[in-house]
């Protein structure tokens, strides 16, 4: 396999086009965006179909953050109704889970705008009126949502109970999960959400060796997971092989559970 190279990348969707291209052997993807991909792609996120995109390793959960000023008058979901809300870089996961989550909560982009953004100028656009809320997606606590409370005082908005229903499946790529309370400055109590798991994926046409060597450096060796940082810390042997909701690599099944077939 050799030393692996880190190329640059808005998220998901671009590390996604970039194993379509070639450019790239494997890459970090959130497993909602995985799954459409797989599942034909979307021409509005110019997302690639991958019939054989697969998973390598299950790495960590990738919470929905709703942030808002904390002085805002918005309290939940529906006051966004009629506001622009940040949704997150172009090429980046946060932009299509963002969308599902809006819509879910039936806020149509038609009357509440969507505002692509790089993580860097939210805290301004904030700050500014320009949006009323921005939405992320990412480990709890996130660097960059804790950067963005050291700028601005935030809340979280918990995402409604309707809403969540409507989206998170027994094996779907959407869970349930809660932003434990004390997680970021002044947040008193727990925040409802849904989280995506971010996945390793590749091509089915890396070979067996390439896969098992990728993930021995990964697990096994000094790789991401002696990285240091919150992510790395997730990363476990015992959680890597799943389960997700994307087929596995036949040589991630080989790794995980030797005795499969």
Do not use: C, K
């Not at 995402?159 to 434990?180: N, S, V």
Request: overall charge neutral; proline content about 9%.
């Amino acid at each position: 396999l050799g030393r692996a190279v880190a190329l640059p990348s808005a998220g998901s969707v671009e590390n996604l086009r970039l194993i379509a291209s070639g450019t790239a052997l494997a890459g970090i993807a959130q497993a909602d965006v995985a799954l459409l991909a797989l599942r034909g792609g979307a021409a509005a996120w110019d997302l690639p179909a991958m019939p054989g995109l697969r998973a390598s390793a299950a790495l960590y959960p990738e919470a929905g953050h709703v942030a808002v000023p904390a002085a805002s008058a918005i309290r939940r979901m529906a006051d966004l109704a009629g506001r622009p809300v940040g949704v997150g870089a172009p090429g980046s996961g946060a932009r299509v889970t963002a969308e599902e989550v809006l819509v879910a909560h039936g806020l149509d982009p038609a009357t509440t705008p969507r505002v692509a953004l790089a993580p860097e100028a939210v805290a301004a656009a904030l700050a500014e009126g320009r949006i009323a809320a921005a939405i992320a997606v990412s480990l709890a606590p996130a660097q960059a949502e804790l950067r963005l409370a050291d700028a601005i005082p935030l809340r979280f908005l918990p995402l409604e109970e309707a809403a969540m229903a409507r989206l998170a499946g027994i094996e779907g790529p959407l869970i349930r999960f809660a932003i434990p309370a004390g997680t970021y400055p002044n947040q008193e109590e727990a925040v409802p959400t849904l989280a995506t798991q971010a996945i390793l994926v590749a091509s089915e046409t890396m070979t067996r060796a390439e896969v098992t060597a990728l993930l021995g450096t990964l697990l096994d060796g000094p790789g991401l997971a002696a990285a240091g940082g919150p992510a790395a810390l997730m990363i476990r042997r015992e959680t890597a092989g799943g389960p997700l909701p994307l087929p596995f690599h036949a040589a991630a099944v080989a790794f995980f559970r030797p005795g499969a077939r």
